[in-house]
């Protein structure tokens, strides 16, 4: 089994940041793409960004662009999200998805039904 675990969402002010981590773990699995997406109530889940393993390409969502970027721990299978300028629009269950294949340079990684692994979400709020 893959465990998926995502942690840092909390409460946070327009204009401040957060980082958000991904920690993926288990037994005969490669990551190839590690990617966040979020939903906000009433709406669909929306791709914010994906990390390419084998090449440390990174992608990320027009709405973000700027204001996120990533960082990444080989060791423990762990990426991190910062967010920073946060704007109320970011309000949503952030989650993460893991991939094993390489979706980027397809441009699969933008539908998150490619993904075959997902954390639990975690919250982030961001109040005006």
């Not at 675990?5 to 991904?22: D, I």
């Not at 973000?64 to 060791?75: L, P, Q, Y």
């Not at 423990?76 to 269950?93: F, H, I, Q, Y």
Request: hydrophobic share 30%; with cysteine; net charge neutral.
């Amino acid at each position: 089994q893959v465990q998926v675990v995502e942690t840092g969402g909390g409460l946070v002010q327009a204009g401040g940041s957060l980082s958000l981590s991904c920690a993926a773990s288990g037994r005969a699995f490669t990551i190839r793409t590690m990617a966040w997406f979020r939903q906000a109530p009433g709406k669909e889940r929306e791709f914010v960004a994906a990390f390419s393993w084998s090449n440390t390409h990174t992608y990320y969502a027009h709405s973000v662009e700027g204001r996120f970027t990533f960082s990444k721990d080989n060791a423990k299978n762990t990426l991190w999200l910062r967010m920073t300028s946060l704007k109320p629009e970011d309000t949503a269950v952030y989650y993460c998805g893991v991939g094993q294949q390489d979706l980027c340079p397809g441009g699969e990684c933008y539908s998150h039904y490619e993904y075959d692994y997902w954390g639990q979400g975690t919250q982030v709020t961001v109040s005006s």
